[in-house]
């Protein structure tokens, strides 16, 4: 399915839900928050979609049907060498960015430079959406993925981790191939979570269910967001992942460092978590020609 460059989200007017901290903000980023927000019906399950929260039961909301589509989301993250060039971390970017256009079944792919340090020192991270987890194996066992791998990647990177999740997005081209103004630039965060095994059942379902809902209140200035229980990697030690595209930086640290964020972390997560990590970076064009 081709999607046209120009494609843009269509954009329903509503006033701004219960995001946090509004009266810190200034009149011009609140003007610009209360435009471009999607609303639909009410229910039980919610599926994060372009600029708004879908909340839907079966699959209806108060319009008619909502189609969801189940997706598996792919992330790589890369240890590069402290050698590497800036002509050869272009290599490597451009080269992995453009894997979709050479092969079937990739639906987006978005890359960078993780800004900050990290417990892991990764420095690179990939995010790739996939159709289904059989579309994954394809993708690596490929002569192609092969080839990028041996000769872009790995001369330049050491050691590297995947963490692979199934979610839902609405069934519609916008928000499933990522396309679009909205996705053109943006900050990408990634959140990966190892619960203890002594965690419970409850505590763990009530620290998701508390991002979930931190998410969906936060829904005006966040692009997309995406989570889910991790499949099988015994070598990456994670259960549990998600990924939240933002408009910009600005967007992200008011999440990040908002006292909800923070609180939730503190009383929800800290607990029950083992091992976390908290990756961004900022999203641009890149791959614009065919490696």
């Known amino acids: ?49 372009t600029r708004g929260v879908l909340e839907s039961s079966n699959g209806a909301h108060s319009g008619g049907l909502m189609k969801k589509r189940k997706i598996v989301e792919h992330i790589i993250l890369l240890r590069a060498k402290p050698n590497i060039s800036d ?16 092969m079937r079944g990739i639906l987006a792919v978005s890359l960078g430079r993780i800004e900050d340090p990290n417990s892991e020192n990764f420095t690179h991270a990939v995010f790739m959406r996939f159709q289904q987890k059989e579309d994954i194996a394809k993708f690596q066992s490929s002569a192609y993925y092969s080839k990028v791998l041996d000769e872009h990647v790995k001369p330049v990177s050491y050691g590297s981790v995947s963490v692979d999740f199934e979610s839902e997005v609405e069934d519609d081209i916008i928000p499933l191939f990522r396309r679009g103004e909205d996705f053109n630039y943006g900050v990408e965060f990634m959140l990966l979570i190892s619960f203890f095994k ?11 269910a508390s991002l979930q ?18 499949l099988d990697h015994p070598d990456n030690g994670y259960n549990h992942a998600a990924v939240i595209r933002f408009p910009s930086f600005d967007d992200f640290k008011l999440f990040r460092e908002s006292t909800e964020y923070k609180d939730m972390w503190a009383s929800k997560f800290h607990p029950i978590v083992e091992k976390s990590l908290h990756l961004h970076f900022t999203v641009d064009p890149v791959g614009n020609q065919l490696m």
Not at 3 to 32: K, M, T
Not at 34 to 49: D, P, Q
Not at 213 to 223: A, D, H
Request: some cysteine.
């Open 198 to 208: 002594t965690a419970s059942r409850e505590a763990t379902e009530d620290a998701l």
């Open 1 to 49: 399915m081709s999607v046209p460059a120009s494609a843009q989200v269509p954009h329903i007017i509503r006033p701004v839900g219960s995001c946090f901290r509004l009266h810190q903000l200034s009149a011009q980023n609140l003007d610009r928050f209360c435009v471009g927000r999607r609303w639909w019906g009410t229910g039980k399950k919610m599926i994060l979609s």
């Open 87 to 102: 002509a050869e971390e272009k290599d490597m970017l451009d080269y992995l960015y453009t894997s979709q256009y050479q």
């Open 213 to 230: 809902k931190l998410i969906s209140q936060c829904s005006s200035f966040i692009v997309q967001a995406t989570c889910g229980c991790c």
